[in-house]
């Protein structure tokens, strides 16, 4: 079986400041992260994936995660905040041959 | 260019009268698979196909009804069952072996 958790329904951030949204998985094989943007009113757009290469994976518009086996984490994160960065975020997890598993989302509001 | 796309992104219905989202996609994709989306809940597996002609009830089947006749289609019937059917449903796709899901831009159904 396989889930995702994020913690934190609402991350608020001021503009300029880092961006640290968390996501731990629970997957009894080797996983393949990912993470996904959903803007309103429009579908979710792949951010990142990480799928077993390097542990750090670089995405679009400037973010970035890490995978942490030990930790069973894939955070992702964003050294500066960007107004247009205000979205929703989702982690999700699969395997080979299985569906993805979504978390709940983690609603990202950047203050000016 | 290559993608999924849904219609209508609008649609609105009154109470008891069924409704079909569409859904297509020319990524060549196996996997196909519905989500409803409510706020605050994250994304629920409604109906999901890895094959044509075939097709699995997902976490949240009941009052809904789907069809994979053709490798690039999968429309959802929302029918009169569904107790509550006002939400953002999104349609996706996948190649098979546990990739990445890319999703269409949505469809908000309201129902009055």
């Known amino acids: 079986a396989q889930s995702v958790t994020q913690l934190g329904s609402h991350v608020s951030v001021s503009e300029g400041a880092l961006v640290l949204l968390r996501c731990n998985y629970s997957?009894?094989?080797?996983?393949?992260l990912f993470w996904y943007v959903q803007y309103p009113n429009q579908g979710l757009q792949l951010l990142l994936k990480?799928?077993?290469?390097?542990?750090l994976v670089k995405g679009i518009n400037g973010f970035e995660a890490e995978f942490k086996k030990s930790e069973t984490s894939f955070h992702l994160t964003k050294p500066s905040a960007h107004m247009s960065d205000a979205a929703e975020y989702f982690c999700?997890?699969?395997?080979?041959?299985?569906?993805?598993?979504f978390g709940g989302g983690t609603r990202l509001m950047v203050k000016p | 260019d290559g993608g999924i796309t849904q219609s209508p992104k609008y649609l609105f219905r009154k109470e008891g009268q069924n409704v079909t989202l569409s859904c297509e996609q020319n990524l060549n994709h196996d996997a196909m698979y519905w989500y409803r989306q409510d706020p605050g809940q994250g994304l629920r597996l409604i109906y999901y196909?890895?094959?044509?002609?075939?097709?699995q009830k997902g976490d949240i089947a009941e009052g809904y009804s789907v069809s994979r006749e053709k490798k690039e289609s999968f429309p959802l019937t929302v029918t009169s069952a569904q107790k509550n059917p006002t939400a953002f449903y999104l349609c996706?796709?996948?190649?098979?072996?546990?990739?990445?899901?890319?999703f269409g831009q949505g469809t908000r159904l309201t129902v009055v």
């Open positions: 996706a796709s996948s190649p098979q072996g546990g990739t990445e899901a890319f």
């Open positions: 999700a997890v699969t395997h080979a041959g299985n569906m993805l598993t």
């Open positions: 997957s009894s094989v080797p996983p393949y």
């Open positions: 196909s890895q094959i044509v002609n075939d097709f």
């Open positions: 990480y799928t077993s290469a390097a542990t």
